[in-house]
């Protein structure tokens, strides 16, 4: 599975709008840790729920 994304990056959990946006922590393989707005720190497994990248000002 190809990671389109980097630490740093803002992303949102398309399936969980309420989570908020999120900013990417780490990335160690296919887990993501991302840090959301209204749900705090999440480790995701990208191959079971997709992230989507978005810019964020």
């Known amino acids: 599975m190809q990671i389109d994304f980097e630490p ?3 992303v949102k959990n398309p399936s ?3 989570w908020g946006i999120g900013q990417v922590q780490s990335i160690i393989g296919n ?3 991302v840090n959301f707005e209204n ?3 999440q480790v995701i497994n990208i191959e079971n729920i997709k ?3 978005i810019d964020h000002e």
């Open 16 to 18: 969980n709008n309420d």
């Open 31 to 33: 887990k993501v840790t």
């Open 39 to 41: 749900f705090g720190k």
């Open 51 to 53: 992230l989507e990248k």
């Open 8 to 10: 740093g990056d803002y």
